[in-house]
């Protein structure tokens, strides 16, 4: 499954490709740009994970442009303060949220419910 990581540390965000790859996913994790979310609407992966850990509210954006133009595509958000994924949960109420520690089992739920 192709899973797009959306980050903005680069030593953190290749922390966090490697744990999915770990888990057998073929994960993109370049830097996200205008042209580059163009594309992930046009040919959007099977799973987008959005991290939370820093600049929340630029992740927020992303996924709730990415969720109005590819309503199907299953969103996972990763991290963030718990006033943070409260804010999200009311802008895309069905998106998934987790931990770092708990992204396995998130992710195979996605996998299990057919969303993909």
């Known amino acids: 499954m192709k899973v797009r990581l ?5 030593g953190e965000g290749e922390k ?5 790859r770990s888990l057998h996913y073929d994960v993109d994790d370049e830097p996200i ?16 994970v959005i991290d939370l ?4 509210a630029r992740g927020r954006d992303i996924g709730a442009f990415v969720h109005e ?12 303060k718990e006033w943070t994924v409260a804010g999200i949960k009311q ?15 998130a992710l195979s739920r996605i996998e299990g419910s057919g969303r993909e």
Not at 16 to 20: G, K, S, Y
Not at 33 to 48: C, F, G, R, T, Y
Not at 53 to 56: I, W, Y
């Open 6 to 10: 959306i980050h903005w540390e680069h």
């Open 16 to 20: 966090r490709a490697n744990l999915l």
């Open 33 to 48: 740009d205008n042209a580059e979310l163009k594309l992930l609407v046009s040919k959007p992966p099977d799973i987008l």
């Open 53 to 56: 850990t820093r600049l929340p």
């Open 69 to 80: 133009h590819v309503r199907d595509l299953p969103i996972v958000f990763v991290g963030g």
């Open 91 to 105: 802008v895309i109420p069905d998106a998934t949220f987790s931990e770092w520690a708990l992204i396995e089992p």
